[in-house]
T-cell receptor, first 112, second 114 residues
Framework: GAGVSQSPSNKVTEKGKDVELRCDPISGHTALYWYRQSLGQGLEFLIYFQGNSAPDKSGLPSDRFSAERTGGSVSTLTIQRTQQEDSAVYLC??????????FGPGTRLTVT | AQSVTQPDIHITVSEGASLELRCNYSYGATPYLFWYVQSPGQGLQLLLKYFSGDTLVQGIKGFEAEFKRSQSSFNLRKPSVHWSDAAEYFCAVDRTGGGNKLTFGTGTQLKVEL
């Protein structure tokens, strides 16, 4: 079946602009996660959704970052007033009834 | 601090040689353990997982891993490496065992010499 998909695959934006990153999880997966991968920080957890609620948003680095999930499916990660340090690959993962997380291909964000 | 350690940043092996990638964790209880592989420009692909039971687990692509509680380790092994195994390998831990967030090691970059 289809895996986790993310869009766009690449995004270049100017400092100070807002960006939205989208994640489509595997159909039927109730849990959804956002991670960030950067050279300096490695792979970092951002936020976790169970259904439409976010029981763990402890990894969001600042209040410029927010995420939502609607209909227990698609999720959007929004970064407001982007900064150069936001440049990274943003990875989305989903999980079904087991404990394995399946990752999408990521969105590479470059802030100029 | 609680963490996941992959002590080898880079490893180079010859094709056909055996491979062992090390992973140690510092959580008190036995977490859920995973190995992922990432090829350039790609997302993370799950190689194998350990939740409980048999401490030697088999994964995809001929990989296996052994959980050793006494050493807090979960090392990844492959008896004979193929050139296509060149990639970055990440050990990850779900320390709550409840399907919550993963904490990743810093990764090991594997180079395969022909």
């Amino acid at each position: 079946g289809a895996g986790v998909s993310q869009s766009p695959s690449n995004k270049v934006t100017e400092k100070g602009k807002d960006v939205e990153l989208r994640c489509d999880p595997i159909s039927g997966h109730t849990a959804l996660y956002w991670y960030r991968q950067s050279l300096g920080q490695g792979l970092e957890f951002l936020i976790y959704f169970q259904g439409n609620s976010a029981p763990d948003k402890s990894g969001l680095p600042s209040d410029r970052f927010s995420a939502e999930r609607t209909g227990g499916s698609v999720s959007t990660l929004t970064i407001q007033r982007t900064q150069q340090e936001d440049s990274a690959v943003y990875l989305c993962a989903s999980r079904g009834i087991s404990y394995e997380q399946y990752f999408g291909p990521g969105t590479r964000l470059t802030v100029t | 601090a609680q963490s996941v350690t992959q002590p080898d940043i880079h490893i180079t092996v010859s094709e056909g040689a055996s491979l062992e990638l090390r992973c140690n964790y510092s959580y008190g209880a036995t977490p859920y353990l995973f190995w992922y592989v990432q090829s350039p420009g790609q997302g993370l692909q799950l190689l194998l997982k350990y939740f409980s039971g048999d401490t030697l687990v088999q994964g995809i692509k001929g990989f296996e891993a052994e959980f050793k509680r006494s050493q807090s380790s979960f090392n990844l092994r492959k008896p004979s490496v193929h050139w296509s195994d060149a990639a970055e390998y990440f050990c990850a831990v779900d320390r709550t065992g409840g399907g919550n967030k993963l904490t990743f090691g810093t990764g090991t970059q594997l180079k395969v010499e022909l």
